[in-house]
């Protein structure tokens, strides 16, 4: 079981970036999916939901209207993309594959926003 993040960099305040997860070794499209990222010195955060179809997502307030997740259960793949990125964005992203009690997480990608 594999979950591998890519796509973190150093961004300019104002960019985009969209972070990719690939899933491997289970039924990807089964599980839901949701983005988390924990900034240094504070606790991880939830981001972002998607449902195992595809068809409902949900973002916490912080990012709503700038990131958008999404995926593509052909290529076991879950995205996030992140527009009008702030310096409060920084952080480690990671994703995470749920159903029942399975619980699989990435190894994280960075994420730093500076000018």
């Known amino acids: 079981v594999q979950l591998v993040e890519s796509g973190g960099g150093l961004v300019q305040p104002g960019g985009s970036l969209r972070l990719s997860c690939a899933a491997s070794g289970f039924t990807f499209s089964l599980f839901v999916v949701n983005w988390w990222r924990q900034a240094p010195g504070k606790e991880r955060e939830w981001v972002a939901h998607?449902?195992?179809?595809?068809?409902?997502?949900n973002y916490a307030d912080s990012v709503k209207g700038r990131f958008t997740i999404f995926r593509d259960n052909a290529e076991n793949t879950v995205y996030l993309q992140m527009n009008s990125l702030k310096s409060e964005d920084t952080a480690v992203y990671y994703c995470r594959a749920t159903r029942g009690s399975a619980d699989y997480w990435g190894q994280g990608t960075q994420v730093t926003v500076s000018s």
């Open positions: 998607i449902n195992n179809r595809g068809t409902f997502t």
